[in-house]
C-alpha cells in the first residue's frame, strides 16, 4: 500500500481547509485509514480515522475530542484505490501541525509524507 497526500495550505482562523488521501496498492487489506497530526514539540496524535469492516460495510468514523463538530471525514473506495477527505471547518490556531495520512493494511501503518496545515490568528 503506497498513501498520497493533497491539500493543506493556510487558512484564517475561522476558516476551512481540505485535505485529501489516496491509497492505493492492495487497498482491500485497509481496515483503517485516517489522519494523524503533529506540531512542534508535541507528539504524533490522531485527529480523524475512519474503519472499515467487512461485516459491516458502512465506515465508522473516530475523531479527537479536540476536532469533533468541526472536523469530518469521509471516505470512497475503489476496486484499486481508496481515498479519504478531511473536511476541516472552524480552524483555530491550535490546528496548526503537519497532517499526516495514515493507512492500516494488515496490521501495518503505512504513513504520507505530510503536509503543512496552517492557521493565523
Known amino acids: 500500500v503506497q498513501v498520497v497526500e493533497s491539500g493543506g495550505g493556510l487558512a484564517h482562523s475561522g476558516g476551512s481547509l481540505r485535505l485529501s488521501c489516496t491509497a492505493s496498492?492492495?487497498?482491500?487489506?485497509?481496515?483503517?485509514m485516517g489522519w494523524y497530526r503533529q506540531s512542534p514539540g508535541k507528539r504524533r496524535e490522531m485527529a480523524a480515522v475512519?474503519?472499515?469492516?467487512?461485516?459491516?460495510?458502512?465506515?465508522?468514523?473516530?475523531?479527537a475530542d479536540a476536532v469533533r463538530g468541526r472536523f469530518t471525514i469521509s471516505e470512497d473506495r475503489t476496486e484499486d484505490t481508496m481515498t479519504t477527505w478531511l473536511q476541516m471547518d472552524s480552524l483555530q490556531s491550535d490546528d496548526t501541525a503537519v497532517y499526516y495520512c495514515?493507512?492500516?493494511?494488515?496490521?501495518?501503518?503505512?504513513w504520507g509524507q505530510g503536509t503543512q496545515v496552517t492557521v493565523s490568528s
Open positions: 495514515m493507512a492500516d493494511s494488515l496490521h501495518t501503518q503505512v
Open positions: 475512519v474503519h472499515v469492516d467487512e461485516s459491516h460495510p458502512d465506515a465508522s468514523a473516530r475523531y
Open positions: 496498492g492492495t487497498v482491500f487489506s485497509i481496515r483503517t
